[in-house]
């Protein structure tokens, strides 16, 4: 299918409504703008960050932010015994 919002319509109009309320949160989720909520530091921050992965910089992994937190992957997990 060459119309990528012509396909989504069509799959839409398949779901049943229990399920249409689910995939209405998530385009709305999708397509909110949140900078009206930001202030000057995090907007700085937000550009910054994306001119950082640009240039190819790397994030972390989950398993490095749990352990910088000093939690175990099990203790994420929530594994008993972590």
């Given at each position: 299918m060459s119309d990528p919002r012509q396909h989504v319509h069509e799959l839409i109009d398949k779901l049943p409504p229990t399920q249409l309320s689910a995939?209405?949160?998530l385009l709305e989720a999708m397509i909110h703008d949140d900078d009206d909520e930001l202030s000057e530091e995090d907007r700085l921050a937000v550009?910054?960050?994306r001119e950082?992965?640009?240039k190819g910089g790397q994030g972390l992994s989950l398993e490095e932010v749990a352990a910088s937190l000093g939690f175990t992957m099990d203790q994420v997990r929530?594994?008993?015994g972590g």
């Open positions: 995939v209405a949160a550009a910054a960050s950082y992965f640009q929530g594994r008993k």
